[in-house]
């Protein structure tokens, strides 16, 4: 229903990615009718051309960038046009300094910021205070359930009867980490 924000992930940053353009224009045709906030990764990483075509072309907004790993990397792809909505991963792109430089970016050329947070705890906190400080920020995206996000925070996040998550307010990221159940994910590192 109208009730809730639906987003579609194509899982175009897949190595065997079979897909192309044509694909991915009819598949974003056909994703309007059902109101979709956006269409994520539906072409592969690389693509700026393909990126910068579709969005012209397509009804409903085009959101990737995911599997950056630096800052730079984001440059041809914001100053192309090549998305509507960019998807940086703080665990990925070198930490929250770098990432609120391509946020800035993204908001020079218009251009949306969700972070991508399928990572850890850690990562998901630092998603959560980047998005509350920025002004156009709307989305977290996070997985759930996962055990580096749900069982190494000694305070577990939850979504709320709204669907959102609570910002941390103690001092630093503000989450404490269960060492425990990081040694158990980690293997003995002695």
């Known amino acids: 229903g109208h009730d809730v924000e639906i987003m579609v992930g194509a899982g175009g940053s897949d190595q065997f990615w079979p897909h192309g353009y044509k694909w991915a224009l009819e598949r974003s045709k056909m994703l309007a009718d059902y109101d979709v906030v956006w269409f994520e990764e539906p072409l592969p990483p690389d693509d700026i051309d393909g990126f ?4 012209d072309h397509s ?6 960038c ?4 630096r800052r730079q990397s984001f440059i041809p792809f914001i100053e192309r046009g090549a998305f509507d909505i960019i998807q940086p991963d703080v665990t ?7 990432l609120r430089r391509i946020l800035w ?5 218009n251009i949306l910021l969700v972070t991508h ?4 705890a ?5 998603d959560l205070h980047i998005a509350a400080a920025h002004p156009t920020a709307k989305w977290v995206e996070y997985i759930t359930p996962s055990p ?4 190494i925070a000694s305070t577990p996040f939850v979504i709320d009867g709204d669907g959102l998550l609570k910002i941390p307010t103690t001092p630093g990221l503000g989450i404490e980490l269960d060492w425990d159940r990081i040694k158990h994910y980690s293997g003995d590192v002695s």
């Open 105 to 109: 970016m993204a908001l020079d050329h």
């Open 117 to 120: 947070g399928w990572n850890t």
């Open 122 to 126: 850690l990562g998901l906190a630092a």
């Open 148 to 151: 580096y996000i749900d069982e």
């Open 52 to 55: 910068a075509r579709l969005r």
């Open 66 to 69: 995911e599997v950056l790993t």
């Open 59 to 64: 009804p409903v907004p085009i959101a990737g």
């Open 92 to 98: 990925k792109v070198g930490g929250i300094s770098e």
